[in-house]
């Protein structure tokens, strides 16, 4: 039940980064979100669309998991590693804060989902 918790958070995380990275990239939220100055958010937005539908199949994948319920344990084990996976590779490329948004989130309902929580 917690771990389940978890993962539905991890996914509503992701959503929310496709609303910031498909809708608000080039507005005022998405320029705070993403500490982005107006020119570069303009430039970049076609490519902040395709980052945010990559973060749509996350939770798409997650939320999949959760429907499934008992059946979809490996489903959301593969998604919280994936999740776990891009969160590290962005703190190392991007920003340090990711690994707070999206790796830590993932690590700690992949931990509740393995132990049975």
Sequence with gaps: MIANILVGLVALIHLYIVYLEMVAWDTPRGHKAFNLKPDFASASKVLAANQGLYNGFLAAGLIWGLYLGADGFQIKV??????ATAGLYGAATASR?????????????????LLGW
């Design 97 to 113: 804060k990711i690994l707070y948004i999206q790796t830590v989130p993932a690590v700690v309902a992949l931990v509740a989902l």
């Design 78 to 83: 593969f998604f919280l590693l994936c999740v």
